[in-house]
Structures are given as C-alpha cells and as structure tokens.
C-alpha cells in the first residue's frame, strides 16, 4: 500500500508539474488531485524537492544496461532514453531547476553521468562486436554520445509543443540519431542502419 501511494504521488506530481511547470505546482495541488491528505503525502515526500529527486530517479533505473549486439539494441535504448526524458519535460525546459540548490544540482550531475555511461557502454558494445569499426576511438565515441545527449534533451523538450525547428515524429528522430554512427559503422552496421529505415 505505501508504494502503491508512492507511485501514485509520483505520476500524479509528474502529470501535474509537466501541465503547469514545478514551480506552479504545491503539495497541496498534488493531494488535492490525488484526494489524500497534505499529511498522507508528506508522510512519504517531506518536500517538493524529494519528489522531484525520486522521478529523476526513477528514469535512470528504467534504463536497460543490458550489453548491446545489434543496433536495434542501441535504437530501443535510445528510444527509452527518449521517453524518460519526455516524462519529465518539465526539468529539462526549466533550466534553472538543474541547479535549485547544491544537492540538487549534484544528484542531476551524477544522472547525467550514469546516462552518458550507459550509454557509451552501449557505443563500445557495438565496437566490441563488429557493428561500429574497431579503429574508432573512444574520444570519438564520446564526443557523439555528447551530442546525443544535448540532441535527445533539446527534441524531447519540444516535441509536441508548438515550435519551428523540432518537427519530426519520434521514430524520425531516433533513426536520425542512428544515423550519426553512419561514418563509424562497418559494412554489418551500415547493412543493420538500412534495415532499420526499411522496417521504419
């Protein structure tokens, strides 16, 4: 019962701070929406803050760190590295939520970090196997995984929101992202990339 209130604060708060922006949103709208009391709901989350920590959490444990074998592999991740970030656009379009407070700040950064490892682990997985070229070095990996990363905030943010620049569908978005490996892939990655914009 206490995690199923727990969860239902969360993607109640998640909901509510999406619609409205954090800063719009008390502990008192998120009881009044959920139909508990403030004390139900400080019971588990003292601040606003505490919920805000425990959903960016929540993002970074739903990231799969299984070893990546295949592209599609890399695609899945990327399209659910995508997905966290959209569930919690409300951080990402608000900038100076990132640095709040010290703590704050210090929990995004050590995420942030988690993700790009992940992330880069799932890059040199693919080198490891033969889908991106073994002569590919690590700093060139890392320096697409940094564009990935500011790519993915930046659509994620902005997609379904009135905009003149981040007009592509998700499915879009995720193959063009694929396709900045394309000078790193070998003759297996290239012939993996082009099966997935057939199958798009």
């Avoid at 922006?21 to 508990?36: E, F, N, P, T």
């Avoid at 970030?85 to 703590?103: G, H, W």
């Avoid at 693919?126 to 060139?140: F, N, P, Y």
Wanted: aromatic share 8%.
């Amino acid at each position: 019962m206490i995690n199923e209130t727990r969860s239902k604060i969360l993607s109640t708060a998640q909901r509510l701070f999406n619609e409205n922006g954090y800063r719009k949103v008390s502990l008192r709208m998120i009881s009044d929406a959920m139909g508990i009391s403030i004390g139900n709901l400080t019971y588990h989350f003292k601040k606003r803050d505490e919920i805000l920590k425990a959903l960016l959490e929540n993002n970074l444990v739903e990231l799969n760190t299984d070893k990546a074998k295949s592209l599609d592999d890399l695609r899945s991740h990327l399209l659910q590295m995508t997905k966290g970030i959209k569930a919690n656009s409300f951080f990402f379009a608000d900038m100076s939520l990132q640095t709040m407070d010290d703590d704050l700040y210090e929990y995004n950064s050590s995420n942030v970090k988690k993700q790009k490892e992940i992330l880069l682990k799932k890059v040199m997985d693919l080198r490891e196997c033969g889908i991106i070229k073994k002569s590919v070095k690590d700093e060139d990996l890392k320096d697409i995984i940094e564009m990935e990363m500011l790519s993915h905030v930046t659509w994620a943010v902005n997609s379904g929101r009135k905009n003149t620049y981040t007009t592509m569908d998700e499915d879009s978005f995720i193959f063009l992202s694929l396709r900045l490996f394309r000078p790193y892939l070998s003759k297996e990655g290239i012939r993996q990339l082009e099966a997935l914009n057939d199958g798009k």
